[in-house]
Structures are given as structure tokens and as C-alpha cells.
């Protein structure tokens, strides 16, 4: 049965009470803390202690830093990604301090550092630090930074753990979740419920939210309803229906009409004769005998219980034999009290073929009894979807309006990481490049500008990088755009609109230096608007056209000349 809440808005559902906003050095904070408390300076890498030691011990720890946090490869064997997680981690900056217990267990950890390093810990924060990123729900790309953080060096080399790990999940199940959609269509209600097999308590919350970014309708997951605002939508399960016996278990039978008329004193009792009057239905003649009558039960039961919601899964005895027939019944029962059922979920058996035969019963129901819009139940389905299933089931043709995934969405069973890394791209203003044998490893110096531009029909042509100051590319002026690394590769554009890609959404304590987080729903509206603008071929499932990444004709001279200058010439003999 739908269960529909209103949608609040995320920030306003965390309180100071629940360790919500709070005082950072003596200031206000006006960002939420994480989601999960579990975020804290803690999580991250041992390694990232002992460089932010090593570099406090060389005197280093304040030169200045800029790291840029980027993937490689879109997943999924797809051409585009969706960018999530950047709320959580400015959450997190923002809230960044050690308490004296967490500065004590790093001591007996780190037994050999100096007493003093772990007063420079104690008075760490990030209000030296700046953050830009592209906005959350953003369609991105391969070598593109989502964040460039950057500062104290220290600081920001304490940041990657836990920045990479909030990206990481965030945007591959939000990717995951945007496929399905492509998939199923917009017309179609996608409702997740993962929460069962997600992988733990965080990754279940973190599906939930991530999901309905990228384009799920509402969750089961009651405290993700609770923390995010997501609606909550929900059915019931085998369990239900297999626990009655037959329908003498039904002890109260009254059911009052919607409208508060009249009351039915045996509502048990007219299912039955629906029941029976539908067997009689010559265009149903022959598809079923005698009905399961503890699923009879069952039905009649939930339905007394929501008897403006009624939804019954079907599928636990005999779909067409059982389940639809008893379901008919009780929807009757319930529309001469005045009352619309809601529909069925299937969840086994060739979900095609249920739902054509279970919409042709309906509309026979239609038809014969002249109840308008019967035949337009609800049909759900569910049971080990993924995007295959989803694709499959349109290509043959199906009647359901809705679907139910779980496992296959939440746990990204088809690729289960996205690798971002998070990389040292300039030192104290000098470029800095990670060198590699595998050119897609070798990563792109400098602080950068990053632009989309777009094209005569409106779709987004490309992504340049150009160092930072550049102008730049202007509507209408030709600009060359190079591949990073392949001399041959290279293109001539002449957009016709200029997007900049990166905003300041931390710039240390300062708040008007910084953009406002977006609330939850503005995130999904940028991502449904930013999927909507791509070209198709980038977005098919089979051999999608790969979208260009390129580099302006200075910063692509530059990458050379640095990695010319800092890869040794070999000698050989
Ligand atoms: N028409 C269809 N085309 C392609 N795949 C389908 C179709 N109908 C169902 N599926 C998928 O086929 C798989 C069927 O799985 P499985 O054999 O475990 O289910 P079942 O036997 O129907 O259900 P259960 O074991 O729960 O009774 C599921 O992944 C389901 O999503
Ligand atoms: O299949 P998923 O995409 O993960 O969707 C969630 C599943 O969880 C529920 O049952 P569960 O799988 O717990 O039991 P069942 O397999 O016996 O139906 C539900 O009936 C779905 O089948
Ligand atoms: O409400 C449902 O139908 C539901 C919820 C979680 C998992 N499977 C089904
Ligand atoms: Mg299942």
C-alpha cells in the first residue's frame, strides 16, 4: 500500500538537539554535520597521518597545496557519471576537529611523533582551506576534477580518505540508479529497496538518498523517509499472506464506506459473493476454479486494515489461478463502499507475461462490470531487477507501472567501485604531475578552469580544462580543443553557450565567499535536467558514443613540457 509523506526539506529535519548545526571554534555553523557520524577525522588512511607528521616534521605541513579529485573510467561500461557525494563532504569540512580523545588515540598510535605535532592537530580545522567543486547531480567525466581542494598541505593530504570514500559510492549508485531510470522510461514509478542488501547500515542510507537523486521516485527505507525527506512507499511481504489460515482467522468484518454512509457489518462475506460473481464472467471463464482461500484471507485482511491503499502482492499461491482473482474480489468489495484499490505487485515469474495477463483480467473486469478504470490498476513488480531485466521487459512488452529494486541497484553488483583518486596537481604554485607507463593514469598539472560547451542543437559538444588564467572560451570564438595526451586528437569548437563547471562551496570560514548546498530535491532536479540535456548516444546502454575530455592548446603544451621535463630520458646500451 502507498504510503505517501510530504517531502521536507533535508536540512531542516537535523536539529541542534540531534547533533545537527553547532559551534566550530566559537562560530556558528550554518552546515548540517554528516549524515553519518561515523565521518569524522578519523576516517581516514594511517598513511595520512604519517605524511601530515613527516611534512609537520620538515616544517611543510603549511605550504600550499591543490589537489584535484577526479575518476578515470565512467562504470557500468557507460560514457557518463553522475557526480554525488559533495554535500557530505562539505559537511564534513565543516565540522572537521579532533576531539581530545581521538588526538590521544592518534598519540598511541603514533608513538614515535612528537608530543607537539599533536598540538598542531588539536587547533586543526579547515578554515584554511578552499574547496571548488562542479555541482552535485552534474553529468561528468573521465580526468574532469569534481572538487579541487586545496591549503595547508597537511590539512588537505587529511581530506583524500575521506572525500574519496563520500564521492565514490555517492556517485557510482546515483550513476547506477540514473541508468535504471534511462531504462525504465520517465513514465514509469521506480521505488528502491535495497535496504535488505546494501552493503551495511551506511551503505543502505547513502543507496537511499544517492537513489533518489538519480532518479528514484521514493524508498522503503523508513530513516532515510525520515532523515532526507525521500517519500516512502511500500507493500507487504509472503510472510503476510502465508500467515492466515482461511478467512474464519478474520474476526472484525466491519468496513464503513469511504464516505461514512453506511457501514459493511461482513466485509469477508462480500469478497466471497464478488468471488463468486466473477467466476461467472464468461471472458474469465476457464482461467480459475477455486481460489486460495488464505490468500483470500489475507487480502480481505489488509484491505479492512487499508482499505484506501489496498495493494496485494499476488504472486505467493498461483498468480492468475489465485492471486489476481482473489485480489479482484476484494477490490470490489471495497468499490461498493466506495473505495479504489491500489493494485498488485508480481514478484516472480516472467514479469512480462504476469502483467499483460493480469492487465487483460482487469480490463475484462472493466469491461463486463462497467467499473471505470479497473483495468488501470497499479501493477508493481519486483524480483532481482536490474538494468538487463528492465531493458529485457520493454522489448518484449509488459504492463507494469512500477518497479521494485533492490540488491542489483543498491549493491552496484555491475561494477562495484568507481575509482575517483585525489591528486597533488600544484605545490606552493609550482605543477605538480603523477607520471605513469599507462597514459590514462598520468594526471593534469596545475589549478584549472573547467568549461562545458555546447553546441548549435544544445547538446554539451565537450569539457576543456584551461589553466587557471586563461580566458575563457567565449560563445561564438573558435577555440582549439586537444586531447590530454594524443597530439592527433583535436578539434575546433565554436560554442554556442559557455558553461563554467566549478563553483567555491568552501572557502574557510568566509560565508559569502562560498555557494549556498543545494537541498536535496534541487540536487535531483540538476541531475534529471543534466541526464535530459546529453545526446542520446552518449547515454545508450550498447557501445555508447565515449564523450570528449580535452585540454585548451596552452595547457596541453604545458602537460608536455612538464612531463618532458620530469620523465628521465632512458639510456640504453
Ligand atoms: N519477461 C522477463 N524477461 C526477462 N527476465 C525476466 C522476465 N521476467 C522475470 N525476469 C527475471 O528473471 C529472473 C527470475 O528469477 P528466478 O528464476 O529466481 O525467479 P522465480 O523463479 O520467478 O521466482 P522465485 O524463485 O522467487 O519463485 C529475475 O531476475 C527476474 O527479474
Ligand atoms: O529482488 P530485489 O531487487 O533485491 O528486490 C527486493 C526483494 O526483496 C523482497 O523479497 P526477498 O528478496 O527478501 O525475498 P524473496 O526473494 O523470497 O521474494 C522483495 O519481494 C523483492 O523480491
Ligand atoms: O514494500 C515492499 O514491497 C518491499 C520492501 C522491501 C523489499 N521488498 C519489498
Ligand atoms: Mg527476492
Redesign the pocket.
Known amino acids: 500500500m502507498p504510503i505517501k509523506v510530504p517531502i521536507v526539506d533535508d536540512s531542516a529535519k537535523i536539529t541542534d538537539e540531534e547533533g545537527g548545526r553547532s559551534e566550530i571554534n566559537g562560530r556558528r555553523c550554518s552546515i548540517p554535520r554528516p549524515t553519518n557520524p561515523m565521518v569524522s577525522p578519523l576516517l581516514t588512511d594511517l598513511y595520512q597521518f604519517s605524511m601530515a607528521y613527516a611534512y609537520w616534521k620538515a616544517g611543510k605541513h603549511l605550504d600550499y597545496g591543490v589537489f584535484d579529485l577526479f575518476f578515470r573510467k565512467n562504470p557500468f561500461g557507460g560514457e557518463y557519471t553522475v557526480f554525488a557525494g559533495l554535500d557530505e563532504c562539505i559537511r564534513f569540512i565543516a565540522h572537521f576537529k579532533f576531539s581530545e580523545e581521538e588526538i590521544l588515540f592518534l598519540q598511541s598510535v603514533m608513538p614515535s611523533c612528537e608530543g607537539a605535532f599533536f598540538d598542531y592537530l588539536r587547533e586543526l580545522d579547515c578554515s584554511d582551506v578552499k574547496v571548488n567543486a562542479i555541482s552535485e547531480g552534474s553529468v561528468v567525466f573521465p580526468k574532469v576534477p569534481l572538487l579541487t581542494v586545496e591549503g595547508p598541505v597537511a590539512a588537505v593530504q587529511l581530506l583524500e580518505t575521506p572525500f574519496v570514500n563520500l564521492v565514490n559510492y555517492a556517485s557510482l549508485v546515483t550513476t547506477n540508479a540514473s541508468r535504471h531510470r534511462i531504462v525504465a522510461g520517465k513514465s514509469k514509478i521506480l521505488l528502491e529497496?535495497g535496504l535488505?542488501r546494501a552493503q551495511g547500515p551506511d551503505g543502505g542510507i547513502s543507496a537511499s538518498k544517492y537513489c533518489h537523486i538519480g532518479g528514484f521516485d521514493a524508498t522503503?527505507n523508513v530513516a532515510a523517509g525520515r532523515l532526507f525527506g525521500i517519500p516512502l512507499r511500500?507493500?507487504h511481504s509472503h510472510a503476510f499472506v502465508s500467515s492466515y489460515m482461511n478467512p474464519d482467522e478474520i474476526l472484525n468484518k466491519t468496513l464503513q464506506s469511504s464516505d461514512g454512509s453506511f457501514t459493511c457489518h461482513d466485509f469477508v462475506r462480500l469478497g466471497h459473493d464478488w468471488l463468486s460473481k466473477i467466476q461467472k464472467i464468461s471472458s474469465l471463464n476457464g482461467i480459475f476454479g477455486e481460489t486460495n482461500q488464505s490468500e483470500f484471507a489475507a487480502f480481505t485482511s489488509y484491505a479492512l486494515a487499508f482499505p484506501k491503499n489496498f495493494l496485494a502482492l499476488v504472486d505467493t499461491y498461483d498468480v492468475m489461478r489465485s492471486g489476481v482473482p482473489n485480489f479482484c474480489a476484494v477490490a470490489l468489495a471495497l468499490n461498493d463502499l466506495g473505495y479504489k484499490a491500489t493494485g498488485i505487485?508480481l514478484d516472480s515469474g516472467d514479469l512480462a507475461y504476469l502483467s499483460i495477463e493480469s492487465r487483460k483480467f482487469f480490463q475484462a473486469i472493466e469491461k463486463e462490470l462497467g467499473i471505470s478504470s479497473f483495468g488501470k490498476m497499479m501493477i508493481t513488480a519486483?524480483n532481482d531487477l536490474n538494468e538487463d531485466t528492465l531493458d529485457a521487459l520493454k522489448k518484449q512488452g509488459h504492463e507494469v507501472d512500477c518497479f521494485?529494486i533492490?540488491t542489483h541497484l543498491v549493491t552496484c553488483y555491475g561494477q562495484p567501485a568507481l575509482g575517483c583518486v585525489f591528486k597533488l596537481v600544484e605545490i606552493n604554485n609550482k605543477p605538480r604531475m603523477k607520471l605513469s607507463e599507462d597514459v590514462s593514469k598520468v594526471s593534469i598539472p596545475c589549478r584549472k578552469q573547467c568549461y562545458r560547451l555546447y553546441g548549435i542543437e544544445g547538446y554539451p559538444l565537450l569539457d576543456i580544462m584551461t589553466m587557471k588564467d586563461e580566458p575563457a572560451p567565449k560563445v561564438g570564438e573558435r577555440i582549439l580543443c586537444r586531447h590530454p595526451f594524443i597530439e592527433s586528437k583535436r578539434a575546433h569548437v565554436v560554442p554556442q553557450r559557455v558553461k563554467k563547471l566549478m563553483d567555491c562551496y568552501w572557502h574557510g570560514n568566509s560565508e559569502q565567499l562560498r555557494k549556498e548546498l543545494p537541498s536535496l530535491k534541487e540536487t535531483r532536479d540538476v541531475c534529471n535536467e543534466q541526464l535530459d540535456q546529453m545526446r542520446p548516444d552518449h547515454m545508450r546502454k550498447l557501445n555508447p558514443t565515449p564523450y570528449k575530455v580535452s585540454v585548451s592548446a596552452s595547457l596541453y603544451d604545458f602537460i608536455h613540457f612538464l612531463w618532458l621535463n620530469e620523465a628521465p630520458v632512458g639510456e640504453l646500451r
Do not use: H, M
Open positions: 529497496f535488505r522503503s511500500g507493500t505487485r519486483s521494485g533492490g
